[in-house]
């Protein structure tokens, strides 16, 4: 995936990701439009059609993107960029709806070179991090994922987190193809499967 793309995203599956995404995919409309209004139940909720993850990963203000297909789900709402009470009740929300499930949320703004990201098992949140090029590390919480070990050998042998010295939309990259997709969110894989064409449903909110 090229630098500089924004993404708003949460992902939850049962089981394996990269067997849980695969070819043939449909998103059940029904499911959708009832996430969606458990999202936003005092909203007035419109849906307005169908398109692909490629379209969805950073909506306007107004929108809402969700695909419920078996054993996953995926939503992208720009709310989550606020990294305020109201995106950590939409990352919490998406993460409790599938039973046993495991959740990665991912942001990444494009107006600032950053990453959050949150990881939950079964519901429960075991890892929050956020880190911007120019403030470093300024959320660090839970035992780190494997993924992440890579990045985090300089701020470990003593470099200031200040400038970071990994770039975040890298490490965020990473997380998602290693604990959300089980390939990169840009890559398609040998059984021809690519996330960016996963189906979502398209609600327009007011």
Partial sequence: MPKGWSVALACASVGEPGRVFRPGLSSDAEAA????????????LVETGGTTLDFALWPYDDELFVGSYDDALVVCDRRLFCL?????????TVATVLPDATCGVL?????????????YERGRLLRDIFVTAEDGVVVDQGERLPA???FWKEIDAGVPDVPLPFDPQEFGLELAQTCMFGRGIADRGD???LPLELPLRRFRLS
């Fill in 107 to 119: 942001v990444l703004p494009g107006v600032v070179d950053g990453c959050w990201f949150r990881w």
């Fill in 191 to 193: 059984d021809g499967f």
């Fill in 84 to 92: 305020d009470d109201d995106a950590r009740r939409v990352a919490d």
């Fill in 33 to 44: 439009a009832g996430l969606a209004h458990r999202l936003y139940p005092a909203a007035t």
């Fill in 148 to 150: 992440e070990e890579p």
